[in-house]
Structures are given as C-alpha cells and as structure tokens.
C-alpha cells in the first residue's frame, strides 16, 4: 500500500472512530441512566430515551453496562427522559439539564406496573458527576440572563467562581489576555473553546471577538485535571455553547446608554464638560424554519463610544513664567554668560558688545518658551525680519521649525476616545433523522478604536499621557464552519466538525498631530511622540 493511501486511510479512521464510554466532544454532554427495580436491583433490558421537545431532537439506547445506559455526546439542554422496561411502569423524567462538558448519572428506580402505568417527575432532576476528575463549574443560561454586568463582557461571569481571578497584569497594546487568572496560571494560560472549536488569538493567547453575549447559552470552566484533549492550557479551560433556535420563534431587543448628560464627571478632568457617550445596542431572534426540523438563531451587538481621555498635560501653564524678553536688551554682556556649542551660537557669541546683531541669542533665549508652546517666536522680528523672527543670514536649523515639530499647546487637556464594534452571528441546525444532526454557525467581528491608553510603558501615570501617545486597534474576526453528529447503532456515536476562522488585526500609533513622531518621555511630567510598542498588522 503506498504512502498516500496509508495517509488517507489513517484519516478516515481517526474521523470514524467512535466516541466510547468516557469519551466526549468540548461542546456536548453525556448523560449516564441507572435503572433499578424496587428492590434496588439492576434491570439490564430497559429502553431508554431521551428528548428535547423544543428543538425536535431525540436519541434512544437499549444497550447498557450492569443496569447503566450511556446517552454520549448530547447538546446541551433540557430533556425529558423516558424509561421503559417490560413489566415495570413507563418512567418520564422531566427537566433533565445536560449541560456542556458534563458526565451526568441519573439514577432511576422503576415500579411494578400497576394502575398507573406512567410515573411523571416533574421536578428538577439533579444530575451527580462521580466519574469526572477535573475541577469544573458551569454558568448556565439563567444567570448570564439575570446577573448585571459592566460592559456585557460574558467571560466576566466567570469570576462568580471562586477559584478564579481577575488578572491584574497590564494590558500590552495588541496583546490584551483573556483577562483571567485560573489554577495560580497567568491569563495567557487559558484555552477558548466556542462551540468546541478554538477561539484563542494564537499570536498572543488572547481571546478572539466571538458573539455578542444574547448568542451565549451557557460556557463550562474547568481549572484542574481536565482530559487530554484540552492539553494546550496550562491554566484554565472555557467551552463556550452559543444558543439555538427551538419551535418557538422567541427574540429580544437592548440597548444600554450613558451619556454626560446624566453621567458623573471624571473629578480629574481638566475641562467642565468632557464629552462621555456609550451605547450598547443590539437584538435577537431564533426559531423555526420548519418545525421539528430545522431552527436558526441570530444575534447582533453594537458598541459605540465616544468618550474623553483625561491628561493632566498642561497644568500651571508647563511651570513656565512668563517675563518680558525686552528686559534683556540692553545687556550686551549677557550674551558672554550663555556657553556657546553650536557654529551659529559661537558666531553670535563672539560679536563684540554693542554690535548691531550681539542680543539676537539672548532675544531668542527669551523668546523660546513662546516658540515651544505655540510654534513661533513671540514679540516682533528680528534683524532684517528673517524668517520665524531668525537673522536672515541663518539658513540651517535650528531657524527653521521642522514639519514633524508639535507644540506643548497641542498637547494640553483631555483627548477624544472613540470606538466602534459589530458583533454579527448566525446558527442553523438541521435535524437529518433522529440518528443525524447538521450545525451550521457563522460570524464576523468588525472593530475600529482609537484612543487607546496602554501600561507597561514604564513608570508613567495615565493622566501623562498626550494624545500622540495613544494607539488604535482595527480588527476583522471572521469564521463559518460545522459539525454533523450521527449516531451509528446502540453505542457508537460519529462527530465531525470544520470550522475556518480568520482575524485580520491593526495595531498602530495614534492618528493624532507627532502620533508617529519620536517618543519623548519626561518622568512625572509628560509622555507624547509615538507609543513605543511595534507596529502590528497582520493575518491569522
């Protein structure tokens, strides 16, 4: 057998190979059913099926291991589990949640049949895990729905669990994290599942712009011991399940604003009214195509902001106190105090006292705080006019103003920050047959900001920071893909899954006046000229 076909045949094996007893997909559940008699017995010739009424969805087993029936790789969701056996009364177990990653037991005891011949329990069922050895929790739909966030950032919800925290590490331009710190790891340690598929920015282990959190149905955090499959994270583990459309047609329409018409002004800014507007907007909607049979749910969340970046730049006029340069005309012997370095100081030096054109460098000393807080020197011109008020016989630097020259003034007060984000997602599902199901999903992630403050810049405060030493970020996450789920026989079960992602990501210096200039960094005092981390542009 050649090379290739050996090649093609191994594939098609590792594509086949079934998903047996602990197995499991990131982005499904198992759900394992105990059937004993009355007497506590085992009771080995039971049917067992399991259904999802509102998504059309069913999946039976009749084989079984000692009195356990393995129902592998469900989506997650509530179901109604039905238990016959010959003999005994039919069991229906309502409100069955299998949640994502999880290795449910459901014990289930029959009764004799008798008069009734169907025993309903409509509580809750509460699902134990005895055969799982990672350390797991589970945010489900209830509390993403009902627990108030700042920002709609969904991964934040993690934090409800007391293992993990939140990373305090400073954020490095276009290397943000996944801003959590789980099992003692740093938040680069984590891996993003959406879907079972990876979500990490695999440049820097951060996470990728998924959905808009009205997409998420729920997300599993596993911190420790968690199975090989998830051997990339050191740290922590997040499987993200966006929702699905069922038979009811069910949507929603938000929208949170703050703007500076009600909204506190920052204490520290050093204007009266800084401009402050944030509107996070968006809508949902899933259903039915054909009922029982095919289902879609979209989502879109928006973000625009338009808010102010506070600098203290400026304060007390730089330190500088203004004085009247004329005062110095007059003095000739003031021009022999200044110690000469250029040619052009040198020739102006040694001009003897009382010559026409011996105070131009004391003139122009006096004159140079105007120079670098507005760009021109102030008071009349000098001999002859020149230009910019030097000697027309100067014609090097520093008499010219270079074009790459800005001012202190322009670096005075608060600065705008702007943003705009879409979050665009679409999920089909398809029930083939009751043994087969197709998911289809898709989205894409444009996002523009401008703005952008970073840390580890050294030792700086954020109120130092001129507009010319911000950033923008301009990113384009795309992905479609699917997964078709078939289940062969009693005990078997085949998923295959493709996804294509694609992040188009721009990392840059600000596009303000001297944002690509030469950084200048004064300790305690100001911070402008171009950010010092690397131009980035790239595709992933």
């Known amino acids: 057998m050649t090379t290739t076909r ?10 086949s190979l079934p998903i047996l007893s602990h197995g499991q997909g990131a982005a499904t559940g198992d759900l394992h059913v105990s059937v004993k008699d009355p007497k506590g017995s085992t009771v080995t010739n039971a049917t067992i099926r399991v259904q999802d009424p509102a998504k059309g969805f069913e999946r039976s ?21 039905t238990v016959e056996a010959p003999g005994f009364s039919k069991v229906e177990v309502n409100n069955v949640a299998v949640s994502v990653g999880q290795l449910g037991e459901l014990p289930v005891t029959l009764s004799v049949a008798g008069a009734q011949e169907v025993v309903n329990v409509n509580a809750e069922a509460e699902l134990v895990e005895t055969q799982r050895s990672s350390s797991t929790n589970t945010i489900d739909e209830r509390r993403i729905d009902s627990l108030p966030i700042n920002g709609r950032n969904y991964i934040n919800f993690a934090l409800t669990d007391s293992r993990l925290a939140r990373d305090d590490a400073p954020s490095i331009g276009a290397a943000p994290t996944s801003g959590l710190n789980a099992s003692g790891q740093r938040a680069r340690a984590n891996l993003v599942n959406v879907d079972g598929f990876d979500s990490v920015d695999n440049s820097t282990n951060g996470i990728r712009s998924t959905l808009s959190q009205e997409g998420v149905q729920e997300f599993q955090i596993q911190t420790n011991s968690y199975s090989a499959e998830y051997g990339r994270a050191s740290g922590g583990v997040v499987n993200i399940i966006t929702r699905s459309g069922t038979n009811d047609m069910h949507g929603s329409v938000f929208g949170y604003l703050r703007n500076r018409a009600f909204q506190a002004v920052n204490p520290f800014s050093t204007v009266s009214d800084p401009a402050y ?27 625009w902001r338009q808010e102010t970046g506070f600098s203290s730049i400026g304060a007390d006029n730089f330190g500088l106190s203004p004085f009247d340069a004329s005062a110095f005309l007059g003095l000739p012997p003031q021009s022999y105090v200044i110690q000469a370095t250029t040619p052009q100081i040198q020739f102006l030096s040694s001009i003897p006292p009382g010559t026409p054109g011996s105070d131009q460098y004391v003139v122009l000393v006096g004159r140079a705080s105007g120079m670098a807080l507005n760009g021109a020197w102030p008071g009349p011109p000098l001999l002859g006019g020149g230009v910019s008020g030097f000697p027309t016989s100067c014609t090097v630097p520093p008499c010219f103003v270079p074009p790459s020259f800005v001012t202190l003034n322009s670096l005075i007060g608060n600065f705008p920050v702007s943003e705009r984000t879409d979050l665009y997602s679409l999920r089909i599902d398809h029930n083939i047959s009751s043994t087969n199901r197709l998911s289809l999903s898709g989205g894409v992630s444009p996002s523009d900001q401008t703005g952008i403050q970073v840390q580890a810049q050294g030792p700086q405060n954020f109120g130092q920071n001129a507009f010319s030493r911000t950033s923008t970020q301009n990113f384009h996450d795309f992905y479609v893909g699917g997964s078709d789920q078939w289940t062969i026989g009693a005990n078997k079960v085949n998923e295959f899954g493709f996804r294509y992602s694609r992040r188009g990501l721009l990392y840059s210096f600000s596009r303000a006046p001297g944002g690509g200039n030469v950084a200048v960094n004064i300790p305690g005092f100001a911070f402008f000229g171009r950010e010092p981390f690397s131009f980035v542009d790239r595709t992933e």
């Open 6 to 15: 050996k090649f093609v045949w191994m594939a098609l094996l590792a594509i």
């Open 61 to 81: 087993s009749t084989a079984n291991t000692e009195g356990e029936y393995r129902i592998l790789a469900l989506p997650p969701g509530k179901y109604t589990v």
């Open 277 to 303: 507007t944030r509107v996070q907007a968006g809508t949902a909607l899933g259903g039915p195509i054909i009922k029982d049979k095919t289902y879609f749910y979209f989502s879109y969340e928006g973000t």
